[in-house]
């Protein structure tokens, strides 16, 4: 396998990585001269200067992971990644400490113009006067998001001894009176409270252009901004003009709309009251080594058949939740391959039910090895990456729940598959703890070992069925390695089926030949994840 690492990364990512593939360190190339170069690696680690586009992961055929040396990932198009089954991964703890204190150093230069009185002085001249800041003591600071960055921001504001307000939807209201601060619920009773505000948010949709000349009219004539987040959340625009106006104190500003292609940047139009710096949030020695080897170490573990820690595009996978279920992931993806191949007809809705120890458990992971167990057996390069999403584009409907009804086996999963012709139900359990069985068949109760090749029989329950069967095997030389014989718990039934493991594929002349037996009904033969 080989590894491509490029915008100047650290170093020790290389020799992690070594452990498990061959790296390459390349310079920042464009993305033409990407789409050349990626089809001969299997995983491309970056930080911010590469943008990894829909072209150049088209064109990444054997690509499994993209690692961002770094907290964001909106240099990389995830959609593009997710659709074709590539892992993304971040480090988003890695410069946490690196960003939040650029944001209070960011904060306290423009406070006490450190920038401008600099320049001065360097020049010889002595306007002290000219440079009288203000103190951050007794000021309110309001921290739009409330995570690892803005929390630690918050902490060494509160310490400063300002006043904390904080909006953030994903973060409740005891959480931050616990800290100290005050929770507000709504921008519009949030902007008016503050003499700073910082953002500590993803850009998404809903954070583009959230500070703009709006949001800008009902904040404190004064107010000073900081953006060590990313561009584009703060409209550089409205900011220049609110600046030049007085609106605006001073602004604070590490990150732009278009980098590192700044030189139309509004901001740099703006009076002295404005303090610009490169993207260095990140930027230091230790976090920078920090990064480097979280994501390298993700890479290594993904390359070598393990899972990322921290993967953007399959949170439902993350070691949190994976560890407590992880037995169970084969024998999911096993009775949703099964619930397939058995069934006809385009899938409508997969309903997934976990009844004993899994009922008290986060089952999302298991959803996702149901639905690659079932989508592989139809579709080509299915996995748990971009499962989920193909589910979605054909319109499958995922039901998910828990049940408390006792079962026989310490974890139970149980799916029913209806297609718009029939439904198939399959059950799968862990025997002894540690031994996968598919355990139910439509109204069947088996004792299945999943293996790779199995051969479903349905047949009139009567004497010598078993031998017809096992002479056409044998004749056409395939080799029978275990038989279970199961008949309905009506004892009345007259059906029953034989679920034969066999050691090699059956092919579709030894299929018909069973299937021509007297009292067969419509054997199948399924191929297994083993």
Request: hydrophobic content about 45%; glycine content about 6%; proline content about 6%.
């Given at each position: 396998m080989k590894v491509l690492v490029t915008d100047k990364i650290n170093e020790a990512a290389g020799k992690i990585i070594e452990a498990a593939a061959e790296v390459d360190f390349l310079p920042t190339m464009s993305e033409d001269e990407l789409v050349k170069v990626i089809p001969q690696y299997d995983a491309l680690m970056v930080r911010s200067q590469t943008k990894v586009t829909s072209k150049i992961i088209e064109a990444g055929k054997n690509l499994k992971i993209i690692g961002r040396a770094g907290v964001g990932v909106d240099n990389i198009d995830l959609e593009s990644a997710t659709q074709n089954g590539i892992i993304v991964v971040n480090s988003p703890d890695g410069n946490t400490m690196a960003a939040a204190e650029h944001t209070i150093a960011l904060m306290l230069a423009m406070a006490r113009n450190i920038a401008p009185a600099a320049t001065s002085t360097k020049a010889g001249k002595w306007d002290r006067s000219k440079f009288t800041g203000c103190e951050l003591y007794k000021k309110t600071l309001g921290v739009i998001g409330l995570g690892k960055i803005g929390s630690h921001v918050a902490h060494v504001a509160?310490?400063?001894?300002m006043k904390v307000v904080v909006y953030d939807p994903f973060t409740s209201k005891d959480v931050v009176e616990k800290m100290g601060g005050e929770y507000i619920d709504n921008l519009d009773n949030f902007w008016g409270k503050c003499d700073f505000i910082t953002v500590h948010v993803p850009k998404t949709k809903d954070t583009v252009n959230m500070i703009n000349k709006d949001a800008i009219a009902k904040m404190k004539k004064g107010v000073r901004l900081v953006n060590c987040a990313r561009g584009g959340i703060i409209n550089e625009t409205d900011l220049k003009d609110a600046i030049n106006s007085g609106q605006v104190a001073g602004a604070a500003i590490d990150v732009y709309e278009n980098e590192p292609n700044i030189a139309e940047c509004p901001l740099l139009e703006c009076n002295e009251n404005i303090v610009l710096t490169p993207h260095l949030g990140a930027s230091t020695k230790e976090a920078q080594l920090n990064v480097a080897i979280d994501v390298a170490e993700q890479i290594k573990e993904v390359l070598s058949g393990g899972s990322a820690s921290s993967a953007v595009n399959i949170p439902s996978l993350r070691p949190d939740k994976l560890e407590p279920v992880k037995d169970y992931m084969q024998i999911a993806e096993n009775s949703g391959e099964?619930?397939?191949?058995?069934?006809s007809g385009m899938i409508k809705t997969i309903e997934i039910t976990a009844q004993?120890?899994?009922a008290d458990l986060d089952i999302q992971p298991l959803e996702v090895a149901v639905l690659k167990g079932a989508l592989s057996s139809r579709l080509e390069s299915v996995n748990y990456v971009n499962a989920p999403v193909l589910a979605k584009k054909r319109g499958i409907d995922i039901i998910s729940t828990r049940s408390k009804?006792?079962?026989?086996?310490?974890g139970l999963i149980t799916i029913k598959l209806t297609t718009d012709k029939e439904s198939t139900v399959v059950a799968g359990a862990?025997?002894?703890?540690?031994?996968?069985?598919?355990?139910?068949?439509?109204?069947?109760?088996?004792?299945?070992?999943?293996?790779?090749?199995?051969?479903?029989?349905?047949?009139?329950?009567?004497?010598?069925?078993?031998?017809?069967?096992?002479?056409?095997?044998?004749?056409?030389?395939?080799n029978i390695g275990s038989m279970n014989v199961v008949q309905k718990n009506d004892k009345h039934e007259t059906e029953s089926i034989m679920v034969i493991n066999v050691d090699t594929a059956v092919d579709d002349v030894t299929l018909n030949e069973i299937g021509q037996i007297d009292g067969v009904h419509n054997p199948k033969y399924v191929?297994?994840?083993a």
């Open positions: 509160l310490a400063l001894g099964l619930a397939v191949q058995l069934s004993g120890n899994l009804v006792k079962c026989n086996f310490a862990l025997v002894a703890k540690d031994i996968p069985r598919i355990v139910k068949i439509n109204d069947y109760e088996t004792s299945i070992r999943p293996e790779k090749h199995v051969l479903i029989v349905p047949h009139v329950n009567k004497p010598s069925m078993i031998a017809k069967v096992a002479k056409v095997i044998g004749e056409n030389g395939i191929n297994l994840t």
